[in-house]
Each structure stands twice: as structure tokens, then as C-alpha cells.
């Protein structure tokens, strides 16, 4: 499993909540167990208590994220480092596919899970898929959708670094707005020019004698 799949892990935690909207899918142990896909051992060691926790990190992630968006790159890089300090994560070697023409292991790097609890393993791995993510594309790779009022978390890897919503939903519903917006603009544009040229027209002579 490539280290920047990992990075998926904190997008998915960021988007269970849309301030914005005032709403939150984190509520249950159930949604936290989503949350892990299909590692299904990690997620069987989640408990009501990581419902709490994971909001906390959501929080932390998503400040990365807003810090990423502003352009400050110096503060997205303390938020996440300071992750990684509280979060450490077990790099390891593993070799569970193997290859289709030879029959030998894949070798490749993955994150084993932190044992204590499942926030703890669902942090170390979101920190560090998105600490791999960003030194490898850079900071200005994080970012929040434009589509207002969304706000939700995307991990830009467009070719010449144009992405600017989460989702084709977002873009088209930006676009139709965008639009609507520029033809009110162009309507009201009119009616202003149609207004001045009626005020400017000369009176008709008066011929009441």
C-alpha cells in the first residue's frame, strides 16, 4: 500500500463535518468505524470514547487544512507536525500481494495500526498520509472547496494545480452560480444604461401657446 493513500484517511475524517451547513456525521461508534473502510480489525477496537476523540483530531486536521488554504504554510506544517509528534506511527515492510508474473511478494511500505486505541491508530495514519502528501506536492496541494457553503477538505493532485472544489457537484454548482450571477450583473448593467439614456433624451418642445 503506497504511503499516499494514507492521506485519504484525513480528508474522510475532516469532511464528517460541514461547519458551515452545521452538520456532523461523527456521532456514533458506528460512524467512527466507517471511517476505517475496509480495515475492519482496526476498526473493532473502537469504542463510544473515540466518538470524543476523533472529533479532536478532526479539529487539529482540519486546522491544517484552513492554514494550507491561506496560504500560510509555516502554520500548516507546525499544526501537522505537532500530530506526528503525539501520533508516531510503525512503518513496516509488507509483502501481502504478490506479483502476477513471478508469484513473489509485493514488497511495499505500510503503517501498522497503533495498538492502544483506534483514535490513536486512525491519527498516526491520516498525519502521516497527509505529511507525505504535502512534502511530496507541496502545501498549496491541501485545500478547501470554494463552493460555499461547503468547505469540505481535497487533496489537489491536478497536473498544473487548478483544483479548486472537493467534488464535480461543487464545480458545476460554483459554475451555475458564477453564471447566474454574471447574467444578474449584465441585466442590471442594461436597465442602468437604459435608465441614464432615458434621462438623458432632450424634453419635447413645449408648442402650448
Known sequence: M???YYSDYAVRLVNTEEPARGTDSLTTVESVRDLFGANAQAARRATDGDVTRFRSVRARLRAVFEAADDGDATLAVD???SL???FPVSPQISGH???AEDGTPDWHMHLADHPSNATAGYAAIAAMGLAFHLTSHGVDRLGLCEAAPC???YLDTSTNRSRRYCSDRCATRANVAAYRA???LESE???ETRRTADTAQPSSPNTDR
Open 2 to 4: 503506497e504511503l499516499a
Open 79 to 81: 499544526l501537522l507536525n
Open 84 to 86: 506526528l509528534l503525539e
Open 97 to 99: 500481494d504478490t506479483r
Open 151 to 153: 468547505r469540505n477538505a
Open 182 to 184: 454574471r447574467k444578474r
Open 189 to 191: 448593467r442594461s436597465d
